[in-house]
Protein backbone atom coordinates (compact mmCIF):
# COMPACT_ATOMS: atom_id res chain seq x y z
CA UNK A 1 0.00 0.00 0.00
CA UNK A 2 1.28 3.31 -0.83
CA UNK A 3 -0.37 6.38 1.00
CA UNK A 4 0.30 9.76 -1.06
CA UNK A 5 -0.35 13.07 0.93
CA UNK A 6 -0.58 16.72 -1.11
CA UNK A 7 0.43 19.77 0.55
CA UNK A 8 1.40 23.44 -0.36
CA UNK A 9 -1.54 24.79 -1.92
CA UNK A 10 -3.40 27.82 -0.91
CA UNK A 11 -4.28 30.82 -2.52
CA UNK A 12 -2.14 33.04 -5.60
CA UNK A 13 -2.81 35.95 -7.80
CA UNK A 14 -2.99 34.90 -11.74
CA UNK A 15 0.71 35.04 -13.01
CA UNK A 16 2.00 33.88 -9.99
CA UNK A 17 3.23 30.47 -8.70
CA UNK A 18 2.90 27.83 -6.30
CA UNK A 19 4.84 24.62 -5.82
CA UNK A 20 2.83 21.75 -4.57
CA UNK A 21 4.52 18.82 -2.78
CA UNK A 22 2.89 14.83 -2.76
CA UNK A 23 4.59 12.63 -0.22
CA UNK A 24 4.30 8.52 -0.17
CA UNK A 25 4.72 6.60 2.86
CA UNK A 26 4.23 2.64 3.12
CA UNK A 27 6.62 2.32 0.05
CA UNK A 28 9.42 3.57 -1.69
CA UNK A 29 8.39 5.86 -5.15
CA UNK A 30 11.03 4.13 -6.84
CA UNK A 31 8.75 1.85 -8.77
CA UNK A 32 6.06 4.00 -9.62
CA UNK A 33 4.53 6.72 -12.19
CA UNK A 34 3.74 9.50 -10.66
CA UNK A 35 1.02 11.89 -12.16
CA UNK A 36 -0.77 15.09 -11.25
CA UNK A 37 -4.07 15.26 -12.01
CA UNK A 38 -7.21 18.64 -11.02
CA UNK A 39 -10.68 18.55 -10.39
CA UNK A 40 -12.40 21.63 -10.96
CA UNK A 41 -15.87 22.02 -9.49
CA UNK A 42 -18.44 20.76 -11.85
CA UNK A 43 -15.82 19.30 -14.12
CA UNK A 44 -14.06 15.82 -14.63
CA UNK A 45 -10.75 15.21 -13.10
CA UNK A 46 -8.93 15.91 -16.18
CA UNK A 47 -4.15 14.97 -16.10
CA UNK A 48 -2.10 17.76 -15.88
CA UNK A 49 1.08 15.62 -15.77
CA UNK A 50 3.09 12.66 -15.05
CA UNK A 51 6.65 11.87 -14.13
CA UNK A 52 7.83 8.14 -15.13
CA UNK A 53 10.04 6.10 -12.26
CA UNK A 54 13.43 7.34 -13.16
CA UNK A 55 12.25 10.99 -13.47
CA UNK A 56 13.19 10.63 -16.99
CA UNK A 57 10.33 11.30 -18.78
CA UNK A 58 7.76 13.88 -18.24
CA UNK A 59 4.44 14.35 -19.63
CA UNK A 60 1.96 17.39 -19.69
CA UNK A 61 -1.61 18.79 -20.82
CA UNK A 62 -1.36 20.93 -22.93
CA UNK A 63 -2.75 23.29 -21.36
CA UNK A 64 -0.02 23.22 -18.54
CA UNK A 65 2.94 23.19 -20.75
CA UNK A 66 5.40 25.54 -20.99
CA UNK A 67 3.98 26.81 -17.14
CA UNK A 68 4.19 23.91 -14.90
CA UNK A 69 6.90 21.33 -14.55
CA UNK A 70 6.55 18.04 -12.14
CA UNK A 71 10.09 16.59 -10.77
CA UNK A 72 11.05 13.80 -8.13
CA UNK A 73 12.95 13.25 -5.36
CA UNK A 74 13.07 8.90 -4.93
CA UNK A 75 15.30 9.82 -1.98
CA UNK A 76 12.55 11.98 -0.14
CA UNK A 77 10.24 9.67 -1.32
CA UNK A 78 8.04 12.98 -2.81
CA UNK A 79 6.94 14.43 -5.92
CA UNK A 80 6.64 18.14 -6.77
CA UNK A 81 4.43 20.18 -9.10
CA UNK A 82 6.25 23.47 -9.70
CA UNK A 83 3.05 25.61 -11.29
CA UNK A 84 4.40 29.25 -12.75
CA UNK A 85 2.04 31.85 -14.97
CA UNK A 86 -0.86 30.66 -13.15
CA UNK A 87 -4.24 31.67 -14.44
CA UNK A 88 -7.51 31.80 -12.70
CA UNK A 89 -8.58 28.46 -15.08
CA UNK A 90 -5.95 26.64 -13.04
CA UNK A 91 -7.94 26.84 -9.98
CA UNK A 92 -9.12 23.19 -8.74
CA UNK A 93 -7.83 20.55 -6.26
CA UNK A 94 -4.61 18.91 -7.16
CA UNK A 95 -4.45 15.47 -6.82
CA UNK A 96 -1.44 13.30 -7.16
CA UNK A 97 -1.02 9.85 -7.89
CA UNK A 98 1.17 6.67 -8.33
CA UNK A 99 1.19 3.64 -11.29
CA UNK A 100 3.04 0.92 -11.36
CA UNK A 101 6.01 1.21 -13.33
CA UNK A 102 5.49 -1.94 -15.38
CA UNK A 103 1.89 -0.78 -15.77
CA UNK A 104 1.19 -0.18 -19.62
CA UNK A 105 -1.79 2.27 -19.26
CA UNK A 106 -0.81 5.79 -20.92
CA UNK A 107 0.35 7.98 -18.09
CA UNK A 108 -2.70 10.25 -19.52
CA UNK A 109 -5.47 7.94 -18.23
CA UNK A 110 -6.68 8.05 -14.78
CA UNK A 111 -7.55 4.25 -15.02
CA UNK A 112 -3.79 3.36 -14.83
CA UNK A 113 -3.34 4.69 -11.15
CA UNK A 114 -3.95 2.53 -7.77
CA UNK A 115 -2.88 5.14 -5.20
CA UNK A 116 -4.50 8.64 -4.98
CA UNK A 117 -3.39 11.48 -2.40
CA UNK A 118 -6.50 13.26 -0.73
CA UNK A 119 -5.89 16.63 -2.39
CA UNK A 120 -4.93 20.04 -2.39
CA UNK A 121 -6.91 23.10 -3.21
CA UNK A 122 -5.18 25.11 -5.36
CA UNK A 123 -7.48 28.68 -6.01
CA UNK A 124 -6.02 30.97 -8.20
CA UNK A 125 -7.34 34.80 -8.14
CA UNK A 126 -7.39 37.47 -11.09
Known amino acids: QVQLVESGGGLVQAGGSLRVSCEASGRTLRYYGMGWFRQAPGKEREFVGAISWSGGNTYYADSVKGRFAISRDNGKNTVYLQMNSLKPEDTAVYYC???????????????????WGQGTQVTVSS
Open 97 to 115: AAKEAGSRVAYESRLGYAY
